[in-house]
């Protein structure tokens, strides 16, 4: 993996991102109005229930700063720009370049990381001086959620290149982004926190990874996890991203021998 390209790549993607400042004012506001919805729909709930399985209402605040804030790191992506990429008839060109495919989009992914990681922490400090926020139980446990959320960028690249791999089978990046959100949104507890649903699906999201990219982390913010739970974790994670991995490696290998360019 050459480092130095890598890293080149995103510096370039990143200042192309945030050159357009007002797109990102925008998204912060965007995200203060998300959260803000949230916080109110769920304190009229609390007005008659104070503690919901478990969760005070001053938690569940911090719960929902967490999730809006960590949406730009966790669900900007670069499947449709793989997806697109194919449809144009771009790959030929990427296929060319001197640095492999999967390091490149890994570029432009780091690059875009950067420009989300701005609008998530804006985001956050903003919203905790409006609604107050629940500190992290402790030095520990923060530097664990910030690994574990480093973790999941690294396995949903993966899961992002795949989607876009699809593009070879589909010819549409439309329908797999809707799809990559919805089944992130409801697995990964970024709807509501996963001990509000059903026990059976309680079990099928702690068989997935998606689950780990948000309620996991925020979880371990809040030191709700033993650090035997969270070594656990950590490995299944690793499982997780060496079969993406091998996953995304055999279609690309796969889709590269048949490649049908639209209308070329």
Known sequence: MNFKKIWAIAKQNAYEGM??????????FNFIVEITVYICIWMAIYNTNTDIQGITADKMT???????????ILFWGINE???DS???????????????????YFGIRLGE????????????????IIFGVTLPSSIINFILFIAMVGISVVSLYLFEVILG?????????????????????????????????PEIFQKMAS?????D????????????????????????QGIWILILYLLAKLMFNKAIKHITINGG
């Open 86 to 104: 194919i449809r144009e008839g771009e790959i030929q060109r990427e296929l060319l370049n001197p640095i492999s495919y999967f390091n490149y």
């Open 81 to 83: 720009l793989v997806g």
């Open 207 to 211: 068989f997935l990874p998606f689950k």
């Open 19 to 28: 050159y357009y400042k007002y797109d990102l004012l925008l998204y912060i």
């Open 213 to 236: 990219y948000l309620y996991t982390p925020i979880n371990i913010y809040f030191g709700d996890i033993n650090n035997f739970e969270i070594f656990q974790i950590f490995v299944k």
């Open 113 to 128: 990381l950067i420009e989300a990681g701005v609008v998530s922490i804006i985001t956050f400090c903003i919203s905790s």
């Open 165 to 197: 791999l699809m593009a070879f089978y589909s010819g549409t990046t439309w329908g797999v982004e809707m799809f990559k959100r919805a089944i992130i949104n409801i697995f990964s507890g970024a709807i509501a926190p996963l001990t509000l649903f």
């Open 62 to 72: 911090t719960y929902y700063i967490l999730v809006i804030a960590l949406n730009p």
